[in-house]
């Protein structure tokens, strides 16, 4: 595979080297001077890769190995081709994403779109706004009054920045993202056709039709966050909308306005919540999911792909299923489905049809 | 809450005045020169704020508040605290926005993206397009051939409007949209990142593969739609697509080829209409939808947030579940898939899973 | 219905002629030197149009049409009235597909938005980035370093291409779209504000929160592939993810890393497949499904719309349903709910609470 097109290799590190940055222990000290290049899955990775072996499923791939290095647990290590280096980690797949960013640290931010650096002289930007050094606004992009934006900042091309908005340090704004009544802390990435602080959806009947609320609120983004492509964050109507620090968001959810995410939450594609819903910290959604509005997740509860959320959910739970409910009982019936379902099918019916599995 | 960085207070206006523009009734003359200058929520509002009490529910905050006006209905007056001046309004909800829209106009449209007035000169604009005096094209946005552009509208740095496309009066074309193929009204609002106008999704098999069937129809928005942000609206095949008068439609909605939406409708978030469906009058589309292709959906139906729609939904039900049925069935049915699951939970094996409440 | 303000007609062609190119037989010689100009549904076809009845619920259209001619079937010809030219075809819509593609050239790819030829001097292209004779690049549109663009290819104002990505002949980039660490075929059109190329949905826990597993993969599109608005395609963290040739996919569609499509596949609005999984040639699936990661679909599947599909699906099968399962154990089912919900309705119960049908 050519992916040396868009992350070409390192220039080498020693594996004793590498593995003292990614909290890992050599097993074998004759391997200490071994360079390694680059990552590599396991069935892939040749001598200048490092890789992991994640559990005993991927012992089959461990055993074929070619690879310059593998993280391991101390548990498999005995099971590591001779050859290979092991790297004993508590995490494997921590220490190769640590791996990761030493070795292809391009792949830790989005590359820019130009080689622009500092202030565009085609970037649109209002007199009032403060850059400061170090920041790169490319070519195209949008800066409204009384913006400000920190060093190592990245405003891609065709962003949009509107009147008042702050940025913090080290943020990647993407092509095409509509950023507005927003303060940003850093190391924030927003992907491309992300739209932040828009209007809350929030209307009463008026005299000849349907009248706006007024959507007054801010949408606030701590530090570490991500937010996917063509995701969309509403801001508050009267309060704020808030996303805690370092948790991460998939393309195209919905947050609605007045949602507070706690820190360290993981939200997946194509999930909705809506307004005045509130996460703890550590609440990992599944994909698809249709969050209901005015309750409260609980810290740490996990919530099953596809799911209804109707009511609160209590912290460290795993929920599950239309509507959602806890994962045992939820997994029981989509069992019982199964087996109506596949159990006993009528295979000449299904023929004649042609549906049969 | 610093929300003055984004809506600044009013100068201030008498709730003698504000109440007229509001269709209250200031219950104690006294308070006729009291001055306000901002909308706040019950259990914020300080002196210098107006805030609404909706219902009974809002007792409790009723009585603590310290605002300066609080909009309530005639039942609810009684219950004002001393030195809360009571706005008597048959609907406060929307006596409350109303006196938004005196207090935060510029809450009431999108704002700006630059201080741009008429035409920018960094602006994409073909020769032949017609923009009256007082519209705004905004640096970097895109007008094709053809394109008309009324007076008091705003096309947003970073927007295109192909060729042939018109647009009333006082609309606001957000950061990032695209509008093509498009006939548009007055007093419409187009979030960032919409998509409207481009082929609706049709293919036949062909020689040698799917071939594309042209898609030759329009998309037409009447006058005072909002759209939201990454919506998709597909123009028709062979006829048009209808978004009716003062239709609202969240964020990440999918409108396919020749559905037709009547007036006054309400779409929420991530609900996707397949190609050819009917909406009538005053329908109310709860979030995260899939509503069949080739159906109807009568006058003033209301259908709950995740539910699959297959079939014809007569005027005036509401509906919900997946498939969508009348809402007390879908209810009793919700209420006894929780009480399978949550009303004689085994909390032992529960906890050893650490699934428990 | 005014559709000459986007499409207008065609300067005219035989019936022998279309006759010929659409790969059907006029029944009556008589009518081989009609001109007709224009498609239209059949309800609405003039004698300048051509048409087209599907089947036999069109018969009653077909009795009253005023059409120029009519693709039909063999066996439907007789049922064509006088005066209306019958065009004999195996497949009607096919036939009347490529008609259009005769009769309304400018409908089969998206339209400029500006009347550029070649690469406008406002936009903004590397140095490096190498663009082919008879390409088109946009004023406003960034092309960066390493870029490879072929001959008849339209990157539109507003799109951005990342930095090393190839696009073949023909490509049509929108208005708004982002691709990034993408190689892309021929004759592929992306529909606005999609996102291709961004990095993977991938985080482990690390020392103080989630950290990313660095995206190295790329995005590769086949040769006539469609990919709807605001659709996001992420980039392969380890491998690729792939888009196989002829595959036609519609709005707001998530496809996550490592996802492989086969060739000529169809994926409607607001589906989202997780990582990792495989579809094979030929698969459909309808709206807003859920399809889960590590899975694989076989050839020719087909999955009903709103469906959750957990597992692995065999070729050639019809699915539907949460979870998703074969059809007609799923209709059946569905039938079930209905007749539960609507069967025995207590309708002085439904009416008091206002939810009767």
Redesign the interface.
Known sequence: ?D?N???PPHEGISLSDLSGLC?AELADAQYSGRIVKA???LS?ASISDITFAGSRKALPKLKNSGAGAVFVTAKLASEVPPGVAALIAD?P??A???A??V??PS??R??Q???ATGVSE?A?V?PTAIIEDGAVV???A?V??RVEIGAGSVI???A?I???TLIGRNCNI?????V??ALIGNHVII???A?IG??G?G????????????????VIIQD?V?I???T?I?RGA???TVIG??T?I???V?I?HNVRIG??C?I???T?I?GSTTLGDGVMIA??C?I?GHITIGDGAQIG??S?V?GNV?A????AG??A??????LRD?AE??A???GK?DRT??KK?????
């Not at 409910?325 to 939820?330: T, V, Y």
């Open positions: 595979m992916i097109r868009f992350f909290g990552i590599a899955p892939r995490a797949p921590t190769f994403a640590l990761g960013a070795l292809v792949a830790m989005p590359l779109l130009t080689s085609a649109i209002h490319e070519a195209g949008v409204g009054a891609a091309s065709g949009a509107g009147e008042g993407g092509h095409s993202v509509t507005q009544h992907h491309p056709s739209s828009q209007d959806f209307y009463v009947p008026g005299p000849a039709g349907l009248i706006k609320i007024p959507q007054i609120g801010r570490h991500e996917g492509a063509s969309t509403d009267l309060d704020d620090e370092g991460k998939d393309n195209l919905q609605a820190r360290h993981v997946v594609a194509q909705g809506a994909g698809a249709a209901n792909a596809m209804g109707a209590p460290g739970v795993r929920w239309i509507p409910r806890p994962m045992n009982g939820f989509v489905a199964n109506r379902a596949f099918p019916k299904m049809r042609g549906e049969g599995q």
